[in-house]
């Protein structure tokens, strides 16, 4: 055996202790995993002062520089220092004791593990200074004091982030996408705390501003979006076994395709808690389909002892003793202000935006619970073009026939049915067909393939408003927003301008759906496609471009749809998420229902 293999152990050294600066860095992982982490904790610490108004400016997405500056209580120069080390907080008393805490931090180490790993300063005056002091700290060693003018409050810089930890520094994304996350964070902060005003800018460019509000519904709509605005349930459930619930939540016309736009807050700290999400999603159940979400926030407020913070490093989740309790109070609480609220789901004439829950299979599936056996339908077949009915045929030209190939079956289309599914004839079944699910699986197939979509320019642009996030969002994924066929301009406070829309096979997309697509990318893409961020994004897109329910096409339309549809292989029978585009009634199943299986 010869000991110059290539491969031998690694160079060894001995154990050893890290140095104190290591264990710091390593563990300042936990809590400052990118710069929206950072933002978190400089905002929940303005909070914890007292502050009344946060500003948060931002260089490079966060990555160069964050500063963040409230007006609260300040830090007295002698506890300057203290303030950047572990462990030391001046959130808990000296006994330590953590059982009903209600401040945001306690742990006293989300200041030294952000000096760990940038370039830090911070500058405070009390409201009995006259003076600011400051102290800086590089790569956690502490790099000079000074005395400067400010007005009372806190100012935290945080510059070069992971400047020191290499590996962790390349794993941050580009500028534009950190600048989503933290935005992200910002409104959800705001959610849980929209007493305090909130004012977030990119050198010198404001992003945002939410203001000072006791008005969660007002909260809502600035950080989730106008589309909100009378769209949206509120509940107030007075203490009982002290707990008290409040919330703000979209109609069910409002929902997502996540349970992201739905956020908790529990005594003003936002946590995840999937219990408690479930409960509210439980609430909407015969409201929404199996895959949307509700969207809102709802604070909780439970006597303090009865909460433990201090389970999670970043303080996310929170542990609620009797936890099934309360969430059964939410749901039933939500539900009753579900139940009660006056049904419009109409707004300006728009239809609902969402097909209702899948069919299981291609096969005509068995009767369900819901959905019985189809036999007393009775066909009303108005006039071609009469009335605003949802059964009237969408087309003068009522009959338009595709031909069969690679084993797909010739169809001939006959009509439409509340504005969503087709219905045809095969040779030797009744075919129906769901509009939206078809067009999104061949507007799908096409973006993966060219990578883009034809687009047409409006001859009327159309202008919508975008939230701080979506906004965010659509300069980071600007290049995939252009190849889909959208074109869309800044056109002042908010609002957008859309002069370009997707186009495909005869259909507009409409402009109108822009929001929520860039809402769905923020979330990362649609999540019940298995595949890569590729597939997922083109899944939102083809999803926001195709024919939607509730859009009156043309039996052309819809004809050339399903021929672009044959050309795609057989498995293109699913809609990119999966459910069923086309379902088959044989003939023999229709002939028993009329007892005609004995001819
Ligand atoms: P924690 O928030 O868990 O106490 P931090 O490391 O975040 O730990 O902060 C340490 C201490 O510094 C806090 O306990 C508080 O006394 C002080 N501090 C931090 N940020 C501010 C601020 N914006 N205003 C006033 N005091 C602050
Ligand atoms: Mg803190």
Redesign the pocket.
């Known amino acids: 055996m010869s000991g110059a293999s290539e491969r031998g152990p690694p160079a060894r050294v001995p154990i050893h202790r890290l140095e104190p600066q290591t264990v710091a860095r390593i563990a300042a992982g936990e809590v400052v995993e990118r710069p929206a982490s950072v933002v978190k ?2 905002i ?3 909070y ?2 007292g ?1 009344t108004e946060v500003r948060v400016s931002l260089s490079g997405g966060g990555t160069e520089r964050i500063a ?1 500056s ?1 007006d ?4 007295p120069p002698g ?1 300057l220092a ?3 080390e572990r462990h ?4 808990l008393a000296a006994d330590g004791a953590l059982d009903a805490i209600t ?11 952000i000096a760990a790993v940038s370039r830090l300063s ?1 500058v ?1 005056r009390t409201a009995g200074d006259d003076s600011a002091h400051g102290i800086r700290v590089e790569g956690g060693e502490p790099d000079g004091e000074f005395v400067e003018g400010a007005p009372p ?2 100012t ?1 810089e945080v510059r070069d982030l992971f400047y020191n930890t290499p590996a962790r520094r390349k794993f941050l994304r580009s500028p534009p996408s950190e600048q989503v996350e933290i935005l992200g964070i910002a409104g959800a902060l705001y959610l849980a705390r929209p007493t305090v005003a909130l004012v977030v800018d990119s050198q010198g460019h404001e992003l945002l501003r939410y203001p000072r509000s006791e008005s969660l519904r007002d909260a809502v709509v600035w950080v989730l979006g106008a589309e909100l605005v009378d769209q949206t349930i509120e509940l107030e459930a007075p203490s009982e076994e002290g707990i008290s619930i409040r919330a703000v939540l979209g109609r069910p016309a409002i929902s997502r395709g996540t349970s992201h736009g739905l956020y908790l807050a529990v005594n003003g700290r936002l946590v995840v808690s999937r219990t408690l999400s479930q409960a509210v999603r439980s609430a909407y159940d015969d409201y929404l389909p199996r895959t949307r979400y509700p969207v809102g926030i709802v604070h909780l407020d439970i006597d303090p002892s009865r909460v433990d913070v201090n389970v999670h490093p970043t303080k996310r989740e929170v542990r609620i003793a009797r936890e099934r309790e309360v969430a059964d109070r939410l749901r039933r609480a939500v539900r009753s202000a579900l139940v009660r609220a006056p049904q419009t789901a109409e707004r300006g004439g728009a239809p609902m935006a969402f097909p209702r829950p899948p069919l299981p299979s291609v096969e005509a599936p068995p009767a369900g619970p819901q959905e019985p056996e189809p036999m007393p339908v009775s066909l009303a077949f108005a006039p071609a073009g009469s009335g605003r009915g949802q059964q009237r045929l969408t087309d003068r030209e009522v009959s338009r026939t595709v031909d069969g190939s690679a084993g797909h079956p010739r169809i001939t289309l006959h009509a439409s049915l509340f504005r969503l599914y087709w219905i045809g004839e095969s040779e030797d079944a009744l075919v129906i067909v769901d509009q939206h699910a078809a067009s999104e699986r061949v507007v799908y197939e096409a973006l993966l393939r060219d990578g883009r979509l034809a687009h047409q320019e409006l001859v009327e642009p159309v202008t919508i408003g975008l939230t701080a996030r979506q906004a965010a969002v659509l300069e980071s994924r600007r290049t995939e927003i252009e190849s889909a066929g959208f074109a869309v301009a800044p056109f002042g406070g908010g609002a957008f301008r859309v002069s370009s829309v997707p186009v495909y096979r005869g259909h507009l997309a409409r402009a109108d759906v822009l929001p929520s697509l860039l809402d769905e990318l923020a979330d990362g893409g649609r999540p019940t496609v298995p595949n890569g961020l590729v597939e997922r994004t083109a899944a939102s897109i083809a999803c926001h471009a195709a024919v939607r329910a509730g859009d009156a096409i043309t039996a052309e339309e819809m004809g050339r749809i399903l021929e672009a549809l044959y050309r795609l292989s057989e498995a293109a029978y699913a809609c990119p998420h999966g459910r069923p585009i086309l379902v088959r009634l044989p003939r023999g199943r229709l002939d028993r229902w009329f007892l005609r299986s004995g001819e």
């Open positions: 904790e400089l929940e610490n303005a914890d002062a502050a963040v409230d609260g209580v300040g830090i506890e203290l303030a950047v030391a907080t001046s959130k401040s945001l931090g306690f742990r006293g180490e989300a200041l030294a593990s911070i405070s409050g806190t935290v």
